[in-house]
């Protein structure tokens, strides 16, 4: 009984470790963000993604739309998206492209430093992220106009509740989300440890290291890789924090890594919110995990022409503390 309790108290304080890692990220740049809203940053960003929405083949007004998910979340961008949808309706195609979109560049102010915080440089998540997402949406509109696919009008399946826009609401959501990653991060490391001890985390890995190895992607960031792609990128980048940390991860691992889990994160939650919008699950799953596999691929293939000393200037954040 004891040394259950010792091991209880051992998998808490590290839960409580990688939670107060990740809140040092995320708790300012939560009131910082806050702040630009109100201010009016957020409409400022989507008069100036106007014309880009253009040529993924969406109204100007969609700018919004991904101006509110890029510097907030996926939840507020979906307000935003109902809001409109009665004066600026869109096709099942449009739907499932912008969705897309807001599913591969979201809430990146707490992301991008999440990615930094484990050692990549923040300006090249930054490319990753929205140039990836711009250019899914390009190859989506692309796909879908050619072969006059998904045209149809698009109906949504769900209304947003009346929003509370006091600030003691805000500040109560934001402390259950904070509560909630805590008790998450705490159950997956209850989780890993039960896989382990089973042999099941082995299994995964094996089964998904002949892929994952295509994508330069080592054994030891294998598991973490999948619990970020399934579960989110808080989750799986505050344990590749810890791994990248403790120097049991290689550089390119991290890189590698973090790349495939910010084009490609939370398969599960996030896909389904975005089904609620109306998107296919041609564009918002299937077509986000090829385009994923795809672009990782590519940048291993062009990283490994580069030597050490280039990577470390460009790719690597020298000091990620």
């Not at 300012?28 to 702040?35: G, M, Q």
């Not at 807001?102 to 809430?107: F, K, N, Q, S, Y």
């Not at 430093?113 to 930054?126: D, F, P």
Request: glycine residues 10%.
């Amino acid at each position: 009984m004891n040394d259950l309790f010792a091991k209880a108290g051992r998998l808490l304080r590290e839960a409580l470790q990688i939670s107060y890692e990740l809140f040092k990220i995320m708790v300012p740049l939560i009131l910082v963000v806050k702040i630009l809203k109100e201010l009016g940053m957020v409409e400022i960003l989507a008069r100036g993604l106007s014309p880009v929405m253009e040529v993924v083949g969406l109204p100007g007004s969609s700018g919004l739309v991904w101006a509110t998910t890029l510097v907030t979340n996926i939840y507020a961008g979906m307000i935003v998206f109902v809001s409109l949808a009665s004066e600026h309706p869109l096709t099942v195609a449009q739907t499932t492209v912008l969705a897309s979109m807001m599913l591969v560049a979201h809430g990146l102010p707490v992301e991008l430093r999440i990615a930094q915080k484990a050692g990549a440089r923040l300006a090249v998540m930054a490319i990753v992220r929205i140039g990836g997402a711009f250019l899914l949406g390009f190859i989506l509109n692309q796909v879908y106009t050619l072969g006059n696919w998904l045209q149809q009008a698009n109906r949504l399946a769900w209304a947003p509740p009346v929003q509370d826009p006091s600030y003691v609401t805000w500040a109560a959501g934001e402390i259950r989300n904070l509560a909630m990653i805590f008790v998450i991060i705490l159950c997956l490391l209850v989780v890993l440890r039960i896989l382990g001890k089973l042999g099941i985390t082995r299994l995964i890995t094996k089964c998904m290291q002949p892929v994952l190895r295509l994508l330069g992607i080592g054994e030891e960031a294998s598991t973490i890789t999948i619990v970020g792609m399934t579960l989110g990128l808080a989750y799986g980048g505050g344990l590749i924090i810890r791994e990248a940390q403790s120097g049991r991860l290689g550089k390119k691992d991290v890189l590698y890594s973090l790349a495939l889990m910010g084009l490609s994160h939370s398969l599960i939650e996030d896909t389904l919110l975005l089904m609620l919008l109306g998107g296919s699950l041609s564009g918002i799953f299937w077509g986000r995990i090829a385009f994923s596999l795809v672009c990782v691929y590519l940048m291993v293939k062009v990283v490994s022409r580069f030597p050490e000393s280039v990577l470390d200037r460009w790719l690597f954040q020298r000091d990620s503390a």
